[in-house]
């Protein structure tokens, strides 16, 4: 059932109207700020803790600087969305300090680093205390030399400027972690590293519905698929070049899950690699579990990530995994390789040479090892680390 977001101005009437009724106005244990509910892992990780929090008893408030986006139907019940209803993410600091004065959050965690800066920017304005816990999902460079880019050092000069205004800084992995110490000048012990929330109960429940495959694929022979926005950071372009290197001898369908601006580039140099007919653009899927479940293999061909949720999600749903060891989470997710394979970032020849392997084996049953690795990964888990840094625990009722 999809919530219907309340905007400001119904926000701060339903708080009028109980206070005038000398009802408890309903105040949140914790607020969870993010940009938009567009269909991509920070947005899922809130949308996880949230649930967890509702079912344990605690009041939950979403606020989204613009309400768009894939993901507004999987809003949990009993959770207070609002929209600040912000034309551009960057320009709703006003519409978030009114939230503040209606609200007066006692904690509240941001994710993405457009909507952290607001945040750690509110502090500045905002004298109600209040404990502030930002989340950083990506790396804040990649792998290239400093030097090489210029796009992100304002958004790095921000980061640095803001983020050591929260009382603690979330890092998804460990070497974003360093990477957070060394760039966003924020102090080691404010910073700790908590893994994504990604094994729900209803994991295995997702895992086994049904799918329905594109029109041209032969669901009895293998296929790979990849699943995450069509944007540079993905770096499809290898993953496609590295089919074309395995088409005179492996023509291995390919389903892309996921949605964005390079759909038409991407179709274009499909077709020009001449595999356009072996690769399907399925948009975005809200379940993808059950592809990852089904395909032979899954492949993910980032040019950097900061953790890699799907990476977790096909290990945990049986599939073999195929990774670029690109900055940050791949290598610690896959333990440096006891978990899945990982090739170098912008090699399509070792990307190709990875999936034949990959094809020439049997799909292998999940060893006692892996099953282990993946408990860290459950939401109740991660949900209870959060917990600790918000200091909620004595709220929650068992």
Known sequence: ?????????????QINSQTNSQANPTKPDVTLFIATLYS??????????????????????????????????????????ITLGAS??????????????LVKPPRVISSVENTNIIACLAK????????????????????RPFWQQGGRLPWVALIFATFRLSDFVISISGGLKDQIIKYAGVRSNKVVRIYNPIISPNFMAKMGAEIALPEGLDAKQPWLVAVGRLHPQKDYPTLLRALARL?????????????????????ALAADLGIAEQVFFMGYQPNPLAYMHRARGFVLSSAWEGFGNVLVEALATGTPVISTNCPFGPAELLANGEFGTLVPVGDDAALAAAIEQLLQQPKPAMSQALKTHLKQFEIETIADKYLEILELKALVKD
């Not at 109600?128 to 930002?134: I, K, N």
Request: charged fraction near 20%.
């Open 124 to 143: 500045l304005f905002f004298t109600h205390r209040y404990r502030l816990v930002t989340r950083v999902d990506n790396a804040l460079l990649d792998s």
């Open 1 to 13: 059932m999809k919530i219907a977001p309340l905007t400001l101005a119904a926000l701060a009437r």
């Open 247 to 267: 088409k005179p001898k492996h023509a291995v369908p390919l389903v892309i899950l996921g949605e964005g601006d390079l759909k038409p580039a991407l179709t």
């Open 88 to 101: 551009r993410v960057m320009l709703c600091l006003p519409a978030y300090l009114k939230y503040l004065r």
């Open 40 to 81: 991509g892992g920070a947005e899922r990780v809130l949308l996880n803790l949230a649930t967890s929090y509702i079912a344990r008893g605690l009041n939950v408030d979403l606020v989204v600087a613009k309400y768009y986006g894939a993901l507004r139907d999987q809003v949990p019940e009993g959770c207070r969305l």
